[in-house]
């Protein structure tokens, strides 16, 4: 069955403002990678959390394994934020085996 | 340099055809995964390689095969082309330590 269950499916933000994605998981996980699709498809890392919280730039996550979320947050969203972003998570000893969340399409309006 | 290499990034094939996919990295990572990905879906593990034990996953068992002749390189064969393989091919690795995945660019398949 579905294991991560992400949210919003999708998201439009004006620029320079925030939002946060949020992946819930039906099991402890642990790990949480977090994912940008590009224009090819691929996907770009973003952040890897075994716990706690990791900033970059104007984004932010969390994880927490016990109460079994992921978050991402974005602030002073820009045009080129758009796009779809993944959540993943491992758990289990094969860290690598990712259980992937339906993704965010964000939508940036000028 | 964390760069996972795939080629080709565009593949057309035929109904009934073989098709295979090449990937490689140098970062000297212990274990190396494909992924399909199909538009407005999320990734599906097809397989991985800890170092030269495959595992693949039970609903693909029979779908895919894959070969790791050595610690950089991996493939990924698909002895029939049928209209459902159409997709994003991704390749990614990772140290078992951590399992924080590195994605290539992809292989984008089209079957006819």
């Known amino acids: 069955g579905d294991q991560v269950e992400q949210s919003p499916s999708a998201l439009s933000l004006h620029e320079g403002t925030g939002s946060a994605l949020r992946c819930n998981f039906t099991t402890t996980m642990r790990a949480v990678q977090w994912f940008r699709k590009n224009s090819r498809g691929s996907l770009i890392n973003l952040f890897y959390l075994a716990s706690g919280t990791k900033e970059n730039g104007r984004l932010k996550s969390a994880f927490d394994s016990k109460e079994r979320y992921s978050t991402l947050h974005i602030r002073d969203a820009q045009l080129e934020d758009s796009g779809t972003y993944f959540c993943?998570?491992?758990?289990?000893?094969?860290?690598?085996?990712?259980?992937f969340g339906a993704g965010t399409q964000l939508i940036v309006i000028p | 340099d964390t760069t996972v290499k795939q080629n080709p990034r565009y593949k057309l094939a035929r109904v009934g055809k073989p098709v295979n996919l090449i990937c490689s990295q140098t970062m000297n990572h212990d274990t190396m995964y494909w992924y399909q990905k199909k538009p407005n879906q999320a990734p599906k593990l097809l397989l991985f390689?800890?170092?030269?034990?495959?595992?693949r996953e039970a609903d693909t068992f029979e779908k895919f095969q894959s070969s790791r002749p050595n610690n950089s390189f991996c493939s990924l064969y698909i002895g029939s082309a049928g209209l459902e393989y159409s997709a994003m091919y991704l390749c990614?690795?990772?140290?078992?330590?951590?399992?924080?995945?590195?994605f290539g660019e992809g292989s984008k398949l089209t079957v006819l």
């Open positions: 990614a690795s990772s140290r078992e330590d951590t399992g924080q995945l590195y």
């Open positions: 993943a998570a491992a758990r289990g000893s094969a860290l690598g085996r990712l259980h």
């Open positions: 390689y800890y170092d030269k034990i495959l595992n």
